[in-house]
Structures are given as C-alpha cells and as structure tokens.
C-alpha cells in the first residue's frame, strides 16, 4: 500500500487486485444461494479458491452493519470463508470472514 498510497478509489484498488489475481475472469463464477438444504439460485462472486469468496469495499461508517451483511451472505453458500478487504481512506483492513 505504501506504493499505491490510500486514497485512490475503489476501482483501481479493485482492478489491480484483479491484475494479480490473473484477472477478473479468473475469479468470476457463479455460487450456489441455498435456503437450508434448497438451492435457490446463482450469485456471480469473485473467488479466490473453491472455498474461499473475495470482497473489497471502501465502507467509511456501519462497519459491523457491513460485516454481518457479508456473514449473512455466506451463510447461504457453501463457502467457508470470504477474504474482505476494506479500503476507508488511510485505514486499510484485511479481515477473514468464516462461517
């Protein structure tokens, strides 16, 4: 971070990401939506493994809001864990989000 600095928007934080990931089309795909044992549909999510989801945001306030929101959403795939990565302003965090 100290080379791209941290107040740069989203995007480009996002799409550079992306870059070393091997771009966006390495980590796209869709994820089952279960409701119990039912699957209800499809969700197209950014994933780092067959395991493990990727969300970046750049929230400033509701952290904890955003946080459950997220849970919330795992909890309803087959995921174990989602790698979240919040950029708000100087304050860049990397969280672990597991069921």
């Known amino acids: 971070m100290s080379d791209w600095g941290a107040f740069l928007d989203i995007n480009l934080y996002r799409e550079a990401l992306f ?7 390495q980590l796209l795909f869709p994820v089952d939506i279960l409701v119990g044992e ?5 969700q197209k ?7 493990t989801g990727l969300h970046i945001s750049s929230t400033l306030r509701n952290i904890e809001s955003y946080r459950k929101q997220l849970l919330r959403m795992l ?7 989602i790698q979240w990565v919040n950029f708000a302003r ?4 990397l969280v672990t989000l597991k069921k």
């Open 75 to 81: 909890s309803h795939t087959n995921l174990k864990q």
């Open 90 to 93: 100087n304050e860049i965090k």
């Open 19 to 25: 870059h070393f990931f091997g771009g966006e089309e």
């Open 45 to 51: 999510m950014h994933l780092i493994d067959g395991e």
């Open 38 to 42: 039912r699957m209800v549909g499809h």
